[in-house]
């Protein structure tokens, strides 16, 4: 017999402390060989076997969402669904009922349609939470065609994939939130027929993505012809798109009158102002509204969120978890000082709120600038204990009250005597 080698490094059995020989044919490899090979199948950076999510029930998750999100309710009731049945898919998918996958399960992303300021971004975001899979969020106004200057779409899945730190395993599990996506429709009034790169362009390049398909995706966010890419598969990752669709309603309006003939003009007619829309979307109107027909088809989950009314936003100001209330006095009571927010001041804030338009985005702006005098000179205030915030602080912008410990300390020996 021969001398033996190993059949990896080429190295004789006197050059090597082992040599480990194949049982069923003449070939070797040594104790080296075998180190390195331990290594690599260590190797962090190996693909991962994608596990299954433990999901909690739509019951559950809209219970959750109800502890950050005020009202909304049928939206949070499709949303706890339509994301419960995404993951159930990916579950499905994985292996759990492997005996009973003679059915495929489509993919169902989600179209949010409502007025700014309403939660689209925060139901999104909170349900990533809930679910704990990675989340981003994307403006669909900085993306245009590939090839052309801006974002294209396959940033998005950059950017995923470094919010799930680089595991791609766990990035094609997460969500992906693209908003303003009513400002890519199709602009019909270009004029010397130009070419289109910000709106139906975007649309075709989304096609692909949203369905499923692996794309090569760049490390950075922006693509470069030398830079390594990485592939995603995205046929697991849940795309929720929003928008506030402005001109819908009317479109909506005038496909009911069109349709309704003799009395039952009459009904739509009167009935125009309390018109809800949202429940009577159909395709054919987002068609016209300017998304393309392949791109609607992709997105067969249709949500509808309300606008809000001054109660909702005094109850987004007080109610759920982590609220502005709630955080200006922690504000304030790391300085030791106590804020008294009046229900008075809280009304005013809602309803100046509403005046300007924004939603639930413009009350932080309006506490802001309500509480700028008072965190001012809160600080350098010797002996303060509690600054009162009333009506006319916000509505006429007038100064806070200010009490201060020995003030106080006085006033209650002047009702003891």
Partial sequence: MGKAFCSF??????????LVSSPSTDCYICDTCVEICREILNDNNLPKKMDCLSLPTPIEIKEQLDEYIVGQDNAKRAMAVAVYNHYKRLNYNLGRNAKQKSIELDKSNILLIGPTGVGKT?????????????????????????????DDVESALAK?????????????MGIVYIDEIDKIAKK??????????SGEGVQQSLLKILEGTVVQVPQNTRKSPHQETISMDTSNILFICGGAFVRLENIIEN?????????????????????????NVQPNDLVEFGLIPEFVGRLPVVVGLSALDKQSMINILTKPKNNLVDQYKTFFKLDGVELDLQQNAISAIAQKALDLGM????????????????????????????????????MKKAEPKFIFKQKEKAQKNIQKN
């Avoid at 490094?9 to 082992?18: E, H, L, Y």
């Avoid at 019909?188 to 790169?197: A, C, E, G």
């Avoid at 309006?366 to 602080?393: F, G, H, R, W």
């Fill in 122 to 150: 925060l139901i999104a975001k909170t349900l990533a939470r809930i679910l704990k899979v990675p989340f981003v969020c994307v403006d669909a106004t900085t993306l245009t065609e590939a090839g052309y200057v801006g």
């Fill in 359 to 394: 939603g639930a985005r413009g009350l932080r702006t309006i506490m802001e600038e309500a509480m700028l005098d008072a965190m001012y000179s809160t600080p350098s205030k010797q002996d303060l204990q509690k600054v009162t915030i009333d009506e006319n602080c916000i």
């Fill in 255 to 279: 496909r009911c009158a069109r349709s309704a003939v003799g009395f039952n003009q009459n009904e739509i007619v009167t009935e125009k102002h309390n018109y809800r829309y949202i429940e």
């Fill in 188 to 197: 019909l009034d270009l004029r010397n027929q130009t070419r289109d790169v």
């Fill in 9 to 18: 490094c080429g190295k004789s059995q006197a050059n090597v402390r082992r």
């Fill in 160 to 172: 995923l994939l470094a919010n799930a730190d680089y595991d791609v395993t766990k990035a094609e």
